[in-house]
T-cell receptor, first 118, second 117 residues
Framework: AQKITQTQPGMFVQEKEAVTLDCTYD???????LFWYKQPSSGEMIFLIY??????QNATEGRYSLNFQKARKSANLVISASQLGDSAMYFC???????????????FGKGTKLSVKP | DTGVSQDPRHKITKRGQNVTFRCDPI?????LYWYRQTLGQGPEFLTY????????KSRLLSDRFSAERPKGSFSTLEIQRTEQGDSAMYLC???????????????FGQGTRLTVV
């Protein structure tokens, strides 16, 4: 079963408007972290925001916020006041603690391509 | 330090040839990861090192793949007898060990795009 599901292959948003990118996850590990990365056409993965499974409040970083609903196992990314430079692929990822304590790899979703229209 | 760098950025090779990629992580980072990304997919984990020790390998890492980090600094990923299915972007990332919880921001390089013809 997929551990990270991003159901929106592509999204369009008007410049200056807000957009929500969906992410649901599946894990039986009570300790995990959720990450969002941006990948522009240049290929580099750029870290945006992090949410820990035990964090009580939703994470925010500038124009990015993470809508964390633990019971629903969702971790949606909200981008406020979209800019043309926000056009890119966006990946949701999870790291589980239960790797013998090694805290290994990130598990990524398939991504959502966001296009910001002027 | 300008971040994680990977070399080469692009590689075209004939099927059956061996290729080697290099990754230079951020200097103070003790963890180094390799991921593979095919078209339309998210990155898939291949392997990771803590210092010079290879701590985890994915099932994706067949016996044709080998990775090293000899002095705990740069790393190489070698693919022997390349196949067309190896065509992908190979991404390297580095991070510090998380001091608490699960938070350890991984910084990625720009990747090496491999095309096997």
């Amino acid at each position: 079963a997929q551990k990270i599901t991003q159901t929106q292959p592509g999204m369009f948003v008007q410049e200056k408007e807000a957009v929500t990118l969906d992410c649901t996850y599946d894990t039986s590990d009570p300790s995990y972290g959720l990450f969002w990365y941006k990948q522009p056409s240049s290929g580099e993965m750029i870290f945006l925001i992090y949410q820990g499974s035990y964090d009580q409040q939703n994470a925010t970083e500038g124009r990015y916020s993470l809508n964390f609903q633990k019971a629903r196992k969702s971790a949606n990314l909200v981008i406020s006041a979209s800019q043309l430079g926000d056009s890119a692929m966006y990946f949701c990822a999870m790291r589980e603690l239960n790797y013998g304590g090694s805290q290994g790899n990130l598990i990524f979703g398939k991504g959502t391509k966001l296009s910001v229209k002027p | 330090d300008t971040g994680v760098s990977q070399d080469p950025r692009h590689k075209i090779t004939k099927r059956g040839q061996n290729v080697t990629f290099r990754c230079d992580p951020i200097s103070e980072h003790n963890r180094l990861y390799w991921y593979r990304q095919t078209l339309g997919q998210g990155p898939e984990f291949l392997t990771y090192f803590q210092n010079e020790a290879q701590l985890e390998k994915s099932r994706l890492l067949s016996d044709r793949f080998s990775a090293e980090r000899p002095k705990g600094s740069f790393s190489t990923l070698e693919i022997q007898r390349t196949e067309q299915g190896d065509s992908a972007m190979y991404l390297c990332a580095s991070s510090l060990s998380p001091k608490t919880g699960l938070y350890a921001e991984a910084f990625f390089g720009q990747g090496t795009r491999l095309t096997v013809v």
